[in-house]
């Protein structure tokens, strides 16, 4: 299985699904998610498709997605 690297070309991931949040902005301002096939996650930019996308861990966007909704990242809006 090809191992992908952080801050590939997202046109490299041509295969996926990319999804983002329903709060998203119309001007695209968006961050976008997608699952690969090795399971792990990938994340772009919706301004700009064709990358970089950084890829993390099930247990990276886990760990992220438990501080935000834990208010640990209040601080930064």
């Known amino acids: 299985m090809e191992q992908i690297r952080n ?9 996926v699904t990319w999804r983002k949040s329903k709060y998203s ?7 976008e998610v997608a699952t690969l ?3 792990e996650i990938a994340v772009r930019n919706s301004r700009f498709p064709s990358g970089p996308a950084l890829v993390y861990t099930r247990e990276e966007i886990a760990a992220f997605l438990a501080g935000a909704k ?4 209040d601080d930064v809006l």
């Not at 801050?7 to 295969?15: E, F, N, T």
């Open 37 to 39: 096939k090795s399971g």
């Open 25 to 31: 902005g119309a001007v695209g301002n968006c961050v």
């Open 70 to 73: 834990d208010g640990e990242f």
């Open 7 to 15: 801050g590939v070309s997202a046109d490299l991931l041509s295969d």
